[in-house]
T-cell receptor
Framework: DTGVSQDPRHKITKRGQNVTFRCDPI?????LYWYRQTLGQGPEFLTY????????KSRLLSDRFSAERPKGSFSTLEIQRTEQGDSAMYLC??????????????FGPGTRLTVL | TQLLEQSPQFLSIQEGENLTVYCNSS?????LQWYRQEPGEGPVLLVT?????EVKKLKRLTFQFGDARKDSSLHITAAQPGDTGLYLC???????????FGGGTRLMVKP
């Protein structure tokens, strides 16, 4: 399977704990996006990388959130001191960005986080 | 801030009926995508429309992009239970190509 993969698929944690999610994009896709989706809503943009550079962060991304893409391939999203409001589906998407044609984003299956 | 309003939020119909889902905004988008999402899974891309007035067909699904590139619609003909799911529209209006999603339309097709 050469699609976007995410790990873990589900995570249950207690409030105050730290959690880390991993996303493996489609091979050689240079852009990687993180979105968050709460129950009954559409996904909301969090941050994105072009290769290893983090180019934009949403105001939704508080100081407790950090994302990395150290070698321009997989990415991690860490949430420190989790709060119940962090409970959501965290989605990763990737695309091969170019200026010539439209760059369609392909999503992974998501990581469902539940903070107790 | 670009906002996409989807309507209706919920739709429950019988197998064989037709339906239309709308996606509206006051902002202009360079492109618009439609996704379908199953519970517990990520969105799966159905189609991308990029030209104002563009119409694309995918079997029983017809997608239209408004002339002004501010709105779009998804029409399903003769809906089947397998069409059940969450339909999301998402627009691109920035250099970063970040997607702005609508709130989604949850469709249930009863046999």
């Amino acid at each position: 399977d050469t699609g976007v993969s995410q790990d873990p698929r589900h995570k249950i944690t207690k409030r105050g704990q730290n959690v880390t999610f991993r996303c493996d994009p489609i091979s050689e896709h240079n852009r990687l996006y993180w979105y968050r989706q709460t129950l009954g809503q559409g996904p909301e943009f969090l941050t994105y990388f072009q290769n290893e550079a983090q180019l934009e962060k949403s105001r939704l991304l508080s100081d407790r959130f950090s994302a990395e893409r150290p070698k321009g391939s997989f990415s991690t999203l860490e949430i420190q001191r989790t709060e119940q409001g962090d409970s959501a589906m965290y989605l990763c998407a990737s695309t091969q960005f170019n200026l010539i044609s439209y760059n369609e984003q392909f999503f992974g299956p998501g990581t469902r986080l539940t903070v107790l | 801030t670009q906002l996409l309003e989807q309507s209706p939020q919920f739709l429950s119909i019988q197998e064989g009926e037709n339906l239309t889902v709308y996606c509206n905004s006051s902002s202009v988008f360079s492109s618009l995508q439609w996704y379908r999402q199953e519970p517990g899974e990520g969105p799966v891309l159905l189609v991308t429309v990029v030209t104002g007035g563009e119409v694309k067909k995918l079997k029983r699904l017809t997608f239209q992009f408004g002339d002004a590139r501010k709105d779009s619609s998804l029409h399903i003909t003769a809906a089947q239970p397998g069409d059940t799911g969450l339909y999301l529209c998402a627009g691109v209006a920035n250099a970063g190509n970040m997607l702005t999603f609508g709130g989604g339309t949850r469709l249930m097709v009863k046999p």
